[in-house]
């Protein structure tokens, strides 16, 4: 079956660096996201990986490594407005987000 | 542009009543996706739609029907409405040429509560 692992909640402290890791499996890979959730609203687009590598873009980075199924996000300098889940999803064979069930991020002063 | 928008943002229906959540994008986009989220859980696709006249299941499209008749509005309709549904809806839109979609853009969602 397809599957997505990742954290259920993860607590950090403003200023520091956190990285909350991702693992799927499943049927084909087209690709890997990462969204941004705050509580009560919509996910909103972080970050788009196909290729083995780091992209960064600004306080957040995304990892991906094809060969193990494996991917982090990486927000520097934390701040409090960061508070937020975060959603992994990897595309499958048939274009289809497979979506985790989110990491819980909690900062803290 | 206004994005994706949701109507209503939030709603309480009875066991056995019906509804039709709305959706329309004004971005061109050629795929709309229907999604529930239920707390603690990943996104779960409903029904999604590549074009205008087309639609597809997707995981949980069981006690759900679309329909996609212009690009712009994707409504989702409920039928016989029961606990097991209650849930955040989300729309969702993105753009492909290929067959290969981009980034989805979510509207701000639909809170169902069904009693």
């Known amino acids: 079956g397809q599957n997505i692992d990742q954290p259920t909640e993860m607590t950090a402290t403003e200023g520091a660096i956190v990285q909350i890791n991702c693992t799927y499996q499943?049927?084909?890979?087209?690709?890997l996201f990462w969204y941004q959730q705050h509580a009560g609203e919509a996910p909103t687009f972080l970050s788009y990986?196909?290729l083995d590598g780091l992209e960064e873009k600004g306080r957040f980075s995304s990892f991906l490594s094809r060969s193990k199924g494996y991917s982090y996000l990486l927000l520097k300098e934390l701040q409090m407005k960061d508070s937020a889940s975060y959603l992994c999803?990897?595309?499958?064979?048939?274009?289809?987000?497979?979506w985790g069930a989110g990491t819980k991020l909690i900062i803290k002063p | 542009n206004a994005g994706v928008t949701q109507t209503p943002k939030f709603r309480i229906l009875k066991i056995g009543q019906s509804m039709t959540l709305q959706c329309t994008q004004d971005?061109?986009?050629?795929?709309m996706y229907w999604y529930r989220q239920d707390p603690g859980m990943g996104l779960k696709l409903i029904y999604y739609?590549?074009?205008?006249?087309?639609?597809d299941k997707g995981e949980v499209p069981n006690g759900y029907n679309v329909s996609r008749s212009t690009t712009e509005d994707f409504p989702l309709r409920l039928e016989l409405a029961a606990p097991s549904q209650t849930s955040v809806y989300f729309c969702?839109?993105?753009?492909?040429?290929?067959?290969?979609?981009?980034?989805?853009?979510f509207g701000p969602g639909t809170r169902l509560t069904v009693l």
């Open positions: 971005m061109n986009h050629n795929y």
């Open positions: 969702a839109s993105s753009y492909s040429t290929s067959g290969r979609p981009d980034t989805q853009y």
């Open positions: 999803a990897a595309l499958d064979s048939n274009y289809q987000l497979i």
């Open positions: 739609s590549v074009g205008a006249g087309i639609t």
């Open positions: 499943t049927s084909g890979f087209n690709g």
């Open positions: 990986n196909v």
